[in-house]
């Protein structure tokens, strides 16, 4: 399958782009995740990257289009995407490369959710820099305070996790990304799901809609 996780900064989509991937056997592709890799790989695009994300605005559409249609490539088999596409124009190039491919996306999936939520869960974030897990100081704890449960490495504060930064990442997401779930509804089905509650509970949410098309097997389910 290949499913696309819309929603703003804090939605739970890396939370349960994880989940997902596990349930289903796909891969997790997440454009935070690998930019982060390339910054502390100390890549070209790790560099040109810094400055945008440390900003709380979106990194340039050349670099991140390239970067994921590859990721994209190798994991043809399935895969649930994590915060890309992010601009319509990502999307129409993203719909482009999949129908070159002769593929398409299987399920969109909208988490909504309040910008006060937002907040809480940003700056109470915290993740493992080793294996980058992802827990919360009150949602969420690790077992032992500020170590990852996995493999006792210490937990980190993302640099963009302050508030001053998260406000701008939602002025963002609504002024560039939430234009995208219209694109999508244009000519898909868009599964919208209240991401406001309890990680387990959106999760199983999230599982009565997928576990059907999973069980049918492969084929284009998200085309209206
Ligand atoms: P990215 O890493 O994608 O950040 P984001 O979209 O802002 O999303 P987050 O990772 O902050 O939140 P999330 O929805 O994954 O929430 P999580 O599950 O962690 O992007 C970072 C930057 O990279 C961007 O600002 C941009 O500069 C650049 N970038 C990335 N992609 C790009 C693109 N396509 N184009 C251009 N630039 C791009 O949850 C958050 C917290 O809440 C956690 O602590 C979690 O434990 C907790 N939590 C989650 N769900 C629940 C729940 N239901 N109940 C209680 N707590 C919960």
């Known amino acids: 399958m290949r499913i696309v996780l819309l929603g703003a900064p804090g939605a739970g989509k890396g939370?349960?782009?994880?989940?997902?991937?596990?349930r289903y056997?796909?891969?997790?592709?997440s454009s935070g995740d690998i930019l982060r890799r390339e910054r502390a790989g100390g890549t070209e695009l790790g560099k040109k990257a810094q400055s945008y994300m440390d900003a709380g605005a979106l990194?340039?559409?050349?670099?991140?289009?390239?970067?994921?249609?590859?990721?994209?490539?190798q994991a043809a088999a399935g895969y649930v995407l994590d915060g890309f596409p992010r601009t319509?124009?990502?999307?129409?190039?993203?719909?482009?490369?999949?129908?070159?491919?002769?593929?398409g996306i299987d399920?969109?999936?909208?988490l909504r959710v309040?910008?006060?939520?937002?907040?809480?869960?940003?700056?109470?974030?915290?993740?493992?820099?080793?294996?980058?897990?992802?827990?919360?100081?009150?949602?969420?704890?690790?077992?032992?305070?500020?170590?990852?449960?996995?493999?006792?490495t210490p937990l980190v504060q993302r640099p963009d996790d302050t508030e001053e930064v998260v406000r701008?990442?939602?002025?963002?997401?609504?002024?560039?990304?939430?234009?995208?779930?219209?694109y999508y509804r244009a000519g898909h089905a868009v599964d919208d799901i209240d991401a406001n509650g309890d990680a387990d509970v959106v999760a199983?949410?999230?599982?009565?809609?997928?576990?059907?098309?999973?069980?049918?097997?492969?084929?284009r389910r998200g085309k209206k």
Not at 168 to 182: A, C, S
Request: proline share 7%; aromatic share 4%.
């Open 88 to 103: 319509v124009n990502q999307a129409d190039v993203l719909d482009q490369a999949l129908a070159a491919q002769g593929t």
């Open 15 to 22: 939370t349960h782009c994880k989940r997902i991937a596990d």
């Open 204 to 219: 199983e949410v999230i599982f009565r809609r997928v576990d059907p098309p999973a069980k049918k097997g492969p084929g």
């Open 168 to 182: 701008h990442r939602l002025e963002t997401y609504y002024r560039q990304t939430e234009p995208v779930v219209d």
């Open 59 to 73: 990194v340039p559409d050349d670099l991140i289009v390239e970067m994921m249609t590859g990721a994209i490539r």
């Open 114 to 152: 309040d910008d006060s939520v937002v907040v809480e869960r940003i700056t109470g974030r915290r993740s493992c820099p080793q294996c980058g897990a992802v827990y919360h100081v009150k949602n969420m704890p690790p077992k032992v305070a500020d170590v990852c449960d996995r493999d006792g």
């Open 107 to 110: 399920m969109i999936l909208n």
């Open 25 to 29: 056997g796909l891969v997790h592709l």
